[in-house]
């Protein structure tokens, strides 16, 4: 009963993890129909600075994390909205260019990070609490998971309020459904896609600076390794769906956890089967909308 | 242009043609639609955009808009509208209810209409008056209304501004008749405030709203004049249309 709560818990605390850049990537596509392989890169320089400002002000303390949070949230933002505005905008409808493009933007900012922070992972302080366990039935849960669970619990609660509660909101929701119509009643849609993408930087900034908590340490690879999952994610939730990419982030990071632990290692395998039988059975995924 | 320079734009009743449209080619994916299309809309009444299927009509109203690559010039009002994209079009004042209605199927009827208000005080008690249904209606999805009930949410999200002109594509398609009828009422109302555009293709409604007729064959206009000029020559309805005017029999 213990290894199951604990296989849960942890797997909540991954698909969080997932959740904060999936939510992002999600979005993106299902307003503008861009696949951003660039969403990584968000995550790792927010990841990057965030702990470089935190470090600097106090280090291994809840102000410094809290400091780091606030720092990826802007960086992941800033960096999104300008990557939309300089270099996808000129691409819009041209799904290779844009593919090649973020790609190419992925590959480069690793490249980069590796040559300011060095090609070795950077291992990270933490608060004292968060390096700690909490027992729930009997398992004996790592602190970081609750942390991880109530940020993402958060991010998807601010982006819905956002969604339904606003007008920027209701153009979302009416352009990741139609954009052309949308644009049909007078409003400039491209206007929303900056604040989108700026949305889903936040988003992956503050899981850059989560993911440093969770793996103990920040390295030029980890917006790469997790945008795979997240990739995963979007496409088993529904290209475009948030509630989708919510509860296929869980039902992944859960899955994998459980494989793990119980088939020698095999999650990650046992997660690609999984994508593999979705795409099968329903290739819109979860909560995608009918093509 | 915000809407309250746009408002003090507005022409007077009868100070020439609304639209007007000259030598206008619309091209989908390279191919070209409609070439070199001319003609022109009053500033009141309805004027019936018409011909056989496939000639380009649909194909018109979306060059206009500039939801298709096009060329050639289109004013509205006086002013070239055909280098501004395809919002800034409908900030001018041009309102648009497509073919198929489009309306946002995940978003509530209230969502929909609000969605579509850009005027600083939107028309929503003369929506009320004419579509009543809506308004018991406004917390449900449009997804899941009859096709007359989402054409009546089509309808009035372009009805909640205030245009100049109303560019209406195919309306009763795929209507029951009871349907077709509120349609039109509901059109012939919002004609008296606005002139229109309108794509369709029951002749009983183009009887009973249009003033004019513009046709359309092979991409091209081969005829444009009073409404009454060409539905009550049943020879060149058939020509030109290729349909036998029904109500006409009746």
């Known amino acids: 009963m213990d290894t199951v709560v604990l296989l849960l818990i942890t797997g909540l605390g991954l698909g969080a993890l997932y959740f904060l850049v999936a939510s992002g990537l999600s979005l993106i596509y299902g307003l503008m129909g861009v696949l951003n392989f660039a969403h990584g890169s968000f995550l790792t320089i927010s990841a990057f600075l965030g702990w470089e400002v ?56 690793v490249a980069l990070f590796e040559g300011i922070w060095g090609t070795d992972p950077i291992y990270t302080e933490r608060p004292a609490w968060l390096t700690e366990t909490t027992e729930i039935l009997g398992a004996r849960i790592p602190n970081d998971r609750f942390l991880l669970i109530a940020c993402a619990g958060l991010v998807l609660g601010g982006i819905v309020l956002f969604l339904r509660r606003t007008r920027y909101g209701l153009i979302i929701r009416a352009g990741v459904e139609n954009r052309h119509m949308v644009t049909a009643l007078g409003i400039d849609v491209r206007r929303s896609f900056t604040l989108v993408f700026a949305i889903g930087g936040a988003a992956a900034g503050l899981g850059g600076v989560l993911a440093s908590v969770y793996y103990g340490y920040v390295s030029a690879h980890l917006g790469s390794v997790l945008l795979i999952f997240a990739f995963i994610v979007t496409v088993i939730g529904g290209l475009g769906s948030l509630t989708g990419a919510a509860i296929a982030s869980v039902l992944v990071a859960v899955l994998q956890q459980f494989a793990n632990y119980y088939l020698g290692g095999t999650g990650d395998l046992v997660v690609v089967v999984a994508l593999a039988a979705v795409l099968l059975v329903r290739p819109r995924g979860l909560m995608g909308k009918a093509a | 242009m915000t809407a309250a320079s746009d408002a003090s734009a507005r022409p007077a009743p009868g100070a020439g043609p609304i639209l007007r449209v000259a030598g206008l080619t619309g091209r989908i994916t390279g191919q070209t639609v409609i070439e070199d299309v001319s003609f022109e809309v009053p500033a009141t009444g309805v004027t019936a955009l018409l011909g056989r299927n496939g000639v380009g009509k649909t194909s018109t109203i979306r060059s206009i808009l500039g939801l298709i690559e096009r060329t050639g010039s289109v004013e509205l009002g006086g002013i070239r509208i055909d280098a501004m994209p395809t919002h800034r079009i409908v900030q001018f004042g041009v309102g648009y209810v497509p073919e198929d209605r489009e309306v946002f199927a995940g978003l509530t009827v209230a969502e929909n209409l609000r969605l579509a208000e850009r005027d600083a005080a939107p028309r929503r008690e003369f929506i009320a008056r004419l579509f009543p249904d809506l308004v018991a209606r406004r917390d449900q999805r449009a997804g899941t209304l009859s096709g007359g009930q989402q054409q009546m949410v089509s ?15 195919e309306p009763t398609k795929g209507l029951a008749p009871r349907i077709v009828d509120e349609v039109a009422a509901a059109l012939g109302e919002a004609a008296r405030t606005v002139p229109i555009l309108l794509v369709e293709q029951n002749l009983h409604v183009i009887r009973a709203l249009a003033d004019r007729v513009v046709v359309l064959s092979g991409g091209r206009v081969v005829f444009a004049g009073a409404a009454s000029e060409l539905l009550d020559d049943e020879e060149r309805v058939q020509r030109l249309l290729g349909v036998h005017d029904a109500s006409e029999a009746a």
């Open chain 1, 54 to 109: 935190g470090r600097r002000v106090s280090d291994g303390t809840w102000t410094g994390l809290a400091l780091s949070a606030v720092v990826g949230i802007v960086v992941g933002a800033v960096v999104a909205a300008l990557t939309e505005l300089l270099i996808i905008r000129r691409l819009y409808e041209r799904h290779i260019e844009q593919a090649l493009v973020t790609v190419g933007i992925a590959l480069a900012s």
């Open chain 2, 155 to 169: 309808l009035a999200r372009a009805l909640v501004n205030e245009n100049r002109l109303l560019l209406v594509d």
